[in-house]
């Protein structure tokens, strides 16, 4: 597998593209669950399958550039919204990125740290490591690219984050991902209650991190991606159930910008899996 991640790592992005829309369909008709799970989110979030057909040929383009992304030439993306970026970062108390599963997610963090991470420091970005090892190695070498970190999604990495945002540097989370058990909120989303991490406002009501929105859009044909980011649109309210809510509106906003590039069928209603122990017993040692 590592030989194939190479082969194709070398692919123009239009190719990589044509060749993901072909995979996104085929999963889309060969899996009922998936199907149905696509159908349900984006009615719930108030779209009829028509506004957003587009989006299960993105899902496929998200895994076929992967190669790219991780093994491959730097992928060519503009950035709108640098200036609110600037004045996150010149509050001097770190930047904490969130997106949410929106066109090429993981080139946001790529495209921030070549952007700002020589005057700023690096981007500590969380991941969940893969289960099968040749596809861990492949994932901590590629997601350690120059002017970003990569940490596992353990207390030592939370530790690493909050240390990186007192220093003043920025951390990226996706935080419509849904985290074990204790280690979240009930909260809506689209109108319907997901488990939502509370890390996210931990790390900002800790540091006193400047929070800023980030989505990667694709551009059509293989031409490359577009960054954009944002402020958040009020301060996070110190009360945590209210705050996380926030946080899940802001996703729904970034993800109304653009809802044909959105993963509809990420498993985001499910229940929690039992795992380590909250990420917020770090506090203590951090």
Not at 188 to 212: C, E, H, K, N, S
């Amino acid at each position: 597998m590592p030989l194939v991640f190479r082969f194709f790592s070398v692919f123009p992005l239009w190719v990589l593209h044509a060749l993901g829309a072909a995979m996104g369909w085929a999963a889309f008709i060969a899996s009922p669950t998936y199907r149905r799970r696509f159908l349900a989110h984006s009615a719930l979030a108030g779209y009829s399958f028509g506004q957003v057909r587009a989006a299960v040929a993105h899902a496929g383009r998200m895994v076929a550039e992967l190669p790219r992304l991780w093994l491959g030439a730097t992928m060519p993306c503009a950035l709108r919204g640098e200036a609110c970026v600037e004045q996150a970062y010149a509050q001097g108390r770190g930047v904490l990125y969130l997106t949410p599963h929106l066109g090429c997610f993981e080139l946001s963090a790529q495209a921030a740290a070549q952007r700002f991470s020589a005057e700023r420091g690096p981007i500590t970005v969380l991941y969940r490591p893969a289960r099968q090892a040749w596809l861990a190695k492949v994932m901590e070498t590629a997601r350690n690219r120059p002017g970003m970190l990569a940490v596992p999604t353990t207390l030592a990495g939370v530790r690493q984050m909050i240390k990186a945002l007192r220093r003043g540097e920025a951390v990226g989370l996706l935080p419509d991902q849904v985290p074990p058990s204790g280690q979240g909120l009930w909260a809506p989303f689209f109108g319907r209650d997901a488990y939502t991490m509370t890390l996210a406002v931990r790390l900002a009501q800790q540091t006193g991190a400047a929070v800023v929105l980030a989505r990667c859009e694709r551009l059509p044909w293989g031409r490359g991606y577009v960054t954009h980011f944002e402020p958040l649109p009020a301060p996070l309210s110190d009360d945590m159930a209210q705050a996380v809510l926030q946080i899940n509106q802001a996703m729904e906003h970034l993800i109304r910008q653009c809802p044909a590039q959105y993963l509809w069928g990420y498993g985001r209603y499910k229940q929690p899996r039992v795992d380590a122990p909250p990420p917020a017993t770090a506090e203590a040692g951090a």
